[in-house]
């Protein structure tokens, strides 16, 4: 008998592996409605750097925070 449902949702979601750099040039946003940022390199074994698309602020970022935040669809 086939599985009933909607299945694996993967509007956004993207393949990660357990290595940080895997998320350099992914951009996304602060929380669901915050400025986009770019993925810009890695800071360490659970940080990254990014770069705020508009200020141009660079820092560094916690890597499950980086997977907790959307993909940036459009930057307006």
Do not use: H, K, N
């Amino acid at each position: 008998m086939p599985i009933q449902g909607q299945g694996f949702q993967e509007s956004q979601m993207v393949f990660v592996s357990s290595d940080a750099s895997s998320l350099v040039g992914q951009v996304r946003r602060f929380g669901p409605a915050g400025p986009a940022y770019e993925v810009i390199g890695v800071a360490g074994p659970e940080q990254v750097m990014v770069e705020v698309v508009y200020s141009g602020e660079r820092l560094d970022y916690a890597v499950v925070e980086v997977l907790a935040d959307p993909i940036a669809e459009t930057i307006p």
